[in-house]
Every structure is written in structure tokens, then in C-alpha cells.
């Protein structure tokens, strides 16, 4: 069975940085997917984070947070990592690994696969 654990929110001051790391199993060796991110805080609408494809390492940022945060992955451990830098308030949410067989689906649908979520709250 596929399973997504998260690691690495916490409570952070405005401007600083956490690092995200998702543990990705289940999946077979030749099974190419998108892994990535998406959040959900109170009030507001799923938003997709990030995402990348474990097959050519193509990315994908939300406008909200380009420049300031790097997804990348380790293919050999099955773990993707999201650097998140310049945190903001507005950055305060749950985020969640999620996992589809493309990208495309990861951002524009509901994932397949998702993991418990870990809260990230930047403090002003």
C-alpha cells in the first residue's frame, strides 16, 4: 500500500525557514509519479504548493510562493523535500505530501494519495 508520511513542521518566526520531508512508500521501482505539496488553512482553499515529477524532475511553485521555496527529491530514498525560505503569516497552514501519477493531477485534482499533514505557523 502507498503511504506519505511528513516531517519537519513546526513554529517559525516571519522571515525564517523549515524544511518539509516526505517519505514516500508502496510505490514499485519503474512506477514514475508527481510528488508534491498541498496546503489547507482555516477558511481558505486548498491550495497546491508544489509538486515534481520523479520521472524527469520537472517542478512546479503557486505564484504565492515562487522564489522563496525548493522542491526537490531523492529518488533512490523515495523522499522529497520542500525548502521553505521568507516564511510568511500567510504561509501558516497544514501541508500535506501528496502524491499522483502526474504533476498535473497533483495541482488540479484532488491527489490520489495524501499523507496526515504536518502544521507549519509563521508567527508575525
Known amino acids: 500500500d ?8 513546526g513554529l517559525v518566526q516571519a522571515g525564517g ?3 518539509l520531508s516526505c517519505a514516500a512508500s508502496g510505490f514499485t521501482s519503474d512506477d514514475n509519479y ?7 488553512a ?3 482553499e486548498r491550495e497546491a504548493v508544489s509538486c515534481i515529477s520523479t520521472g524527469n524532475h520537472s517542478t512546479y511553485y503557486a505564484d504565492s510562493v515562487k ?3 525548493t522542491i526537490s527529491i531523492d ?10 525560505n521568507s516564511l510568511k503569516p ?8 501528496a502524491a ?8 488540479k485534482t484532488l491527489p490520489l494519495w495524501w499523507g496526515w499533514g504536518t502544521q507549519v505557523t509563521v508567527s508575525s
Not at 2 to 9: F, K, Q
Not at 34 to 40: A, D, E, M, P
Not at 90 to 97: G, L, N, R, S, V
Open 42 to 44: 482555516p477558511g481558505k
Open 17 to 19: 525557514s523549515l524544511r
Open 2 to 9: 502507498v503511504r506519505l508520511v511528513e516531517s519537519g513542521g
Open 34 to 40: 508527481g510528488i508534491g505539496w498541498f496546503r489547507q
Open 75 to 84: 529518488n533512490a530514498k523515495n523522499t522529497a523535500t520542500l525548502q521553505m
Open 100 to 107: 499522483d501519477p502526474t504533476c498535473t493531477m497533483v495541482v
Open 67 to 69: 522564489g522563496r521555496f
Open 90 to 97: 500567510e504561509d501558516t497552514a497544514a501541508y500535506y505530501c
